[in-house]
């Protein structure tokens, strides 16, 4: 029991204070259910709940960059804890791309089944289909700067399989799956991908500090 009741201090669950509330700072509507799925318990708000504009400033070459510059972006604007979201997918064959042009990948409009056609028509009779999916997650607070990153390695298909999730899931294979991410339901996608692997460091950060 002493040793129960000292891991119990350590980890706050004596800790009373309220959760403050965090924003999350995507306009992507598939991020965000994602995010929230995997945040159960926490007190949630938009872009749209903060009355901020839902496609933020992203103008930087990396995943992090892009993730604090909408943090950022967010924070200076309502002072609240911001979490924003920068991810891709990264295609070996392709040299790495599209990386972080994966949400433009086949024109401005963001359009998942164009930039779906346009990699299957890149990789098209070609022999070595593997990727990632990589994800780096800001978290901007009262206290700093924090950066919390997830991939997923797999393969791509040469068809589109699936109606879950979003983007570019019908045409991910996951490592040692047989299912495509459109074809799992979320929670199994969820449980291996490169968002559910950034969150659960995000957790295990705030469920150490104060946050
Ligand atoms: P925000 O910047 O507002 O968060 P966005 O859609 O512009 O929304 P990104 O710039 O991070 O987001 O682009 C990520 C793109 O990568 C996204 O449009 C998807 O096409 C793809 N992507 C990221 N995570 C994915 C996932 O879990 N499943 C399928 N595609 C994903």
Known sequence: WPWLHKRCIQRGFFNLRPMPQLLLCTGNPGKLAELRALLPGR????????????DLPETGHTFAANALQKARFAF??????????????????????????SARY???????????AKLLHELDGATDRRARFRTVIALIDGQGEHLFEGEVRGTITTEMRGTHGFGYDPVF???????????????????????GHAVWKLVRFLSEGQL
Not at 43 to 54: K, V, W
Not at 83 to 92: M, Q, T
Not at 106 to 116: I, L, S, T, V
């Open 43 to 54: 007190d949630l708000l938009s872009l749209r709940d903060a009355g901020l504009p839902t």
């Open 76 to 101: 200076e604007r309502t002072g609240m804890p911001c979490i924003a979201d920068d991810s891709g997918l990264e295609v070996d064959a392709l040299n790495g791309a599209p990386g972080v042009y």
């Open 106 to 116: 086949a024109g401005q409009a963001k359009d998942d089944r164009a930039n779906m």
């Open 173 to 195: 294979l996951p490592e040692m799956s047989d299912l495509t991410f459109g074809e799992l339901d979320p929670v199994r996608k969820n449980a291996i991908s490169h968002r």
